[in-house]
């Protein structure tokens, strides 16, 4: 098994940023993306949902190839880089809980979205049985997948992410062939009552995810061979994730609300529409759309939506696993200094996903993403903040034990802009916490707390590839 989890990546294996966007977009040919275009649909019409799409396409692109490149030029995970920028050797831990966090709520969300889509496939009803049994298989090939197969996966990621992609599209065009809609009826719909609440939290949203795949690449940009690389890898991703996959979203929910709802009204389907939840076929049909965006692949394209549904998942979910792992060792190297079994990790990240599907991820999935939105622009924000403007490296391969500016500048700028959301003061708390984190670190960095201030100088476990001459000092 391939790690390089606390050590940085060396020049030989060094990759393209074309093969690494395979990666990158292939976390994000998923499911749980079309959901989120789908229900940004719902809540503000097609060409709101296309314009938001374009925006946090742009964000994510520029974002994630500033935190990208401080990884690269590290050549360590996104939550390593952490203990050279920003948060100090055990100061990371709070990088890595975060990331942690944020990858296994995504492994149980795609979880819960391929269950409901098998369950819809097979004509099955959710069971207490059922969920033990489909859960117990995707998780034990999870594990095998991370442990024995990610090269295999990362191998064919480029092959299965063009096949989801097309597949996808294939999709969307047999919808709109078989719906009732026209396509100029499909781009015109909008909801009554659409304001800035619901712009601004679509966009809080959809920030969220391009947040999130900008911390993921992070952890591949480790492998890019030079800045170039990284921003085919970061601004290729952005664009395919964080754009285009939403906007099929939308479109597919749109164009296939009506076939989905003439499925259920066969007389053969009685069984299948019963078992969704729901009093009336529209209820039933909502219901699939903010809990089953497979039923739409099995619905307009039978088996092939359903194998096609699956090669969407397989590619994201063994990334997810991976890349949980890798946050897990490092929070434990972080808090204990020794890095735990990996194969110890993967189980763990796993375990923990399931204990997400069982408290119902779905239901939290608007909240989950506001709060990723803030949390992954705040460690972002740092990051760059230090790599920049403050290059608190230090030679000799040592780091400060706890970075106490960095530190405190990502507690508050998360808390407060966090606040703002929840509250809903200001919704559009990841624009807070970008100018929050990075003022707030300025300042103490440069006045109360000075490196080495509060602190001692430790041996860190990763190197850097790029270090600056300068006299270490321990205290």
Same mark, same amino acid.
């Given at each position: %098994?391939?790690?390089?989890?606390?050590?940085?990546?060396?020049?030989? $294996? /060094?990759?393209? &940023?074309? @093969?690494?966007? @395979?990666?990158? @977009?292939?976390?994000?040919?998923?499911?749980? %993306?079309?959901?989120?275009?789908?229900?940004? *649909?719902?809540?503000?019409? =097609?060409?709101?949902?296309?314009? %938001? @799409?374009?925006?946090?396409?742009?964000? #994510?692109a520029v974002i994630g190839t500033l935190t990208c490149r401080v990884s690269q030029s590290t050549g360590t995970s996104s939550t390593v880089t952490s203990r050279f920028h920003g948060l100090g050797a055990s100061g990371s831990a709070l990088a890595s809980l975060m990331f942690a966090t944020m990858v296994i709520c995504f492994l149980a969300l795609e979880n819960a979205?391929?269950?409901?889509?098998?369950?819809?496939?097979?004509?099955?009803?959710?069971?207490?049985?059922?969920?033990?049994?489909?859960?117990?298989?995707?998780?034990?090939?999870?594990?095998?997948?991370?442990? +024995? &197969?990610?090269?295999?996966?990362?191998?064919? *990621?480029?092959?299965?992410t063009i096949v989801a992609a097309v597949l996808m599209v294939a999709v969307v065009v047999v919808a709109f062939n078989k719906s009732s809609l026209s396509p100029g009826d499909v781009l015109a719909f909008r909801p009554d009552g659409v304001g800035s609440a619901e712009i601004m939290g679509t966009l809080a949203s959809m920030m969220g995810m391009a947040g999130a795949l900008a911390l993921t690449s992070a952890d591949f940009s480790r492998y890019?061979?030079?800045?170039?690389?990284?921003?085919?890898? *970061?601004? #290729?991703?952005?664009?395919? =994730?964080?754009?285009?996959?939403?906007?099929l979203g939308a479109l597919l929910y749109q164009a296939g609300d009506t076939v989905v709802a003439a499925y259920l009204e066969e007389p053969g389907r009685a069984a299948v529409a019963a078992a969704q939840p729901g009093a009336t076929i529209p209820e039933k049909v909502q219901s699939l759309a903010h809990t089953n965006a497979g039923a739409y692949f099995v619905v307009l394209a039978g088996f092939l939506g359903f194998l096609v549904m699956y090669a969407a998942q397989v590619k994201a979910q063994v990334i997810n696993a991976y890349t949980s792992s890798l946050s897990l060792t490092n929070l434990v190297d972080a808090l204990i200094g020794r890095a735990p079994s990996r194969i110890l990790m993967v189980l763990v990240a796993n375990a923990l996903a399931l204990i997400a599907v069982w408290g119902d991820i779905l239901s939290l999935l608007g909240q989950l993403l506001g709060a990723l939105g803030i949390a992954t622009c705040s460690l972002s924000a740092l990051l760059i903040t230090d790599f920049q403007l403050t290059r608190g490296r230090r030679s000799g391969g040592l780091v400060e034990r706890f970075n106490w500016a960095g530190i405190i500048a990502l507690v508050?700028?998360?808390?407060?802009?966090?606040?703002?959301?929840?509250?809903?003061?200001? $919704?559009?708390? +990841?624009?807070?916490?970008?100018?929050?984190?990075?003022?707030?670190?300025?300042?103490? /960095? /440069?006045t109360v707390l000075r490196p080495g201030t509060g602190t001692s100088y430790v041996k860190a476990t990763a190197a850097l590839r790029e270090i600056e001459d300068a006299e270490a000092v321990a205290h």
């Open positions: %098994m391939e790690d390089n989890v606390l050590n940085p990546v060396a020049d030989d $294996q /060094r990759r393209s &940023g074309w @093969a690494l966007l @395979a990666n990158t @977009a292939g976390v994000g040919t998923t499911l749980a %993306m079309l959901l989120i275009g789908g229900g940004a *649909s719902y809540l503000v019409g =097609v060409w709101w949902t296309i314009g %938001m @799409a374009a925006v946090s396409a742009i964000f #994510g979205l391929l269950y409901h889509g098998t369950l819809f496939m097979l004509g099955w009803s959710p069971s207490t049985a059922n969920a033990v049994v489909i859960y117990g298989v995707f998780t034990l090939v999870w594990i095998a997948l991370a442990l +024995f &197969g990610v090269q295999l996966v990362q191998r064919t *990621s480029l092959l299965l890019a061979r030079t800045s170039r690389d990284v921003r085919i890898m *970061s601004i #290729g991703g952005a664009v395919i =994730v964080n754009f285009l996959v939403v906007v508050v700028g998360f808390g407060v802009s966090y606040y703002l959301f929840t509250t809903g003061v200001f $919704q559009l708390g +990841f624009l807070v916490t970008l100018v929050l984190t990075p003022a707030i670190y300025l300042a103490l /960095r /440069r």
